[in-house]
């Protein structure tokens, strides 16, 4: 069966930051602009006075990162991100970026060690980001 397929126009799929500035490096603090609960529009990753921002757009919802020191915004302030207070004190490892069917850079997933699979996968959808916690599926 002949099948004509024609790729879309590719997005860049490299990080936006040089990993080497926080890979090994412990996660001092954990912020995030939310609503309180668990809809989150940007978290960040504090190593020390930088930080690996990780935000949705809010139009499109791909995630977008970068990567410096981290300024009070007016509106919307830096608060504790209570639910992902196991990241404090763990080495950032490796981190991969997940593109959906429409082209769109939708995933961010890290390793909080020298593992070389995700623990934690940030998903931009609706307008926020969630976070889901990756295990290893295992033969019952």
Not at 26 to 32: K, N, S, Y
């Amino acid at each position: 069966m002949d099948i004509d397929f024609v790729p879309p126009e590719p997005k860049p799929t490299w990080l936006p930051f040089d990993v080497d500035l926080i890979q090994d490096r412990i996660i001092t603090a954990v912020l995030a602009q939310h609503d309180g609960v668990n809809r989150w529009w940007a978290v960040a990753l504090m190593f020390g006075s930088d930080a690996l921002v990780i935000e949705v757009d809010r139009d499109t919802d791909e995630v977008l990162l970068t990567y410096g020191v981290v300024a009070e915004p007016e509106e919307e302030p830096w608060l504790p991100a209570n639910l992902l207070s196991e990241f404090i004190g763990e080495p950032f490892g490796w981190c991969w970026l997940g593109r959906n069917s429409q082209g769109y850079v939708d995933s961010f997933s890290i390793s909080l060690s020298d593992q070389v699979w995700p623990d934690f996968c940030f998903i931009g959808a609706a307008s926020s980001l969630t976070c889901r916690r990756l295990s290893q599926m295992s033969a019952p």
